[in-house]
């Protein structure tokens, strides 16, 4: 229940193209939903993050969809590009009861965009 | 503003030993956490600490250990190192919701 599935595990894309990151979650007690890059040798970044009362949020190129009623979110990135070639890991977190917020990471997407 | 600083940035232990990672929270950010990345893999949680109270604990042995200091900063342990805990150990800093990573230890057991 606290798990939250990732996919694909890797992703090649041209140039352009436009880049699909899927993520699943089973917990309705989660309530924020933040996606990371991560470069090689570097921690990871936060990028986008949406809230279940939202069905979509866009930044620049990239945008989450979120569907509350399937339990899935997604992160698209729009005209991608060589430099968007890294990790991409889903996260969902919830509000515990010791206080604070607790982050469940999904397994991550390599992404590969060809030039 | 500073970001999320951990030291050292990279560290090679022999198996048996012990190891201490340091995280310097972005100011103002008074929840510290935890996280092992072993490569190919997403970050599992080790440990939260907010107002230097742990406030949460993963599936790790009791060979791993933490504190947060009063100026929010944290402090991870290892003990009896073994081959499998090389990974890249990450420290986030949290103000609210918003979880925010340092660059991580990359620690290699050999």
């Known amino acids: 229940q606290q798990q939250v599935k990732q996919s694909p595990q890797s992703l090649i894309v041209q140039k352009g193209g436009i880049s699909i990151i899927n993520c699943a979650y089973e917990?309705?007690?989660?309530?924020?939903f933040p996606w990371y890059q991560q470069f090689p040798g570097k921690g990871p970044a936060l990028l986008i993050a949406?809230?279940?009362?939202?069905s979509e949020k866009k930044e620049g190129r990239f945008t989450i969809s979120f569907n509350k009623s399937a339990k899935q979110f997604s992160l698209h990135i729009m005209d991608s590009q060589p430099g968007d070639s890294a990790t991409y890991f889903c996260?969902?977190?919830?509000?515990?009861?010791?206080?604070?917020?607790?982050?469940?990471f999904g397994t991550g997407t390599r992404l590969k965009v060809l030039a | 503003d500073a970001g999320v600083t951990q030291s050292p940035t990279h560290l090679i232990k022999t198996r048996g030993q012990h190891v201490t990672l340091r995280c310097s929270p972005i100011?103002?950010?008074?929840?510290v956490s935890w996280y092992q990345q072993v490569l190919g893999q997403g970050p599992q949680f080790i440990f939260q600490?907010?107002?230097?109270?742990?406030?949460g604990r993963g599936n790790f042995p009791d060979r791993f250990s933490a504190r947060q200091f009063p100026n929010y900063s944290s402090e991870l342990n290892v003990n009896a190192l073994l081959l499998g805990d090389s990974a890249l150990y990450l420290c986030?800093?949290?103000?609210?919701?918003?979880?925010?990573f340092g660059q991580g230890t990359r620690l290699t057991v050999v």
């Open positions: 100011s103002g950010h008074k929840s």
């Open positions: 600490y907010y107002e230097k109270e742990e406030r």
């Open positions: 996260a969902a977190s919830f509000y515990g009861t010791s206080g604070t917020y607790k982050y469940i």
């Open positions: 986030a800093s949290s103000g609210t919701t918003e979880a925010f």
């Open positions: 949406i809230r279940p009362d939202v």
């Open positions: 917990n309705t007690a989660f309530d924020y």
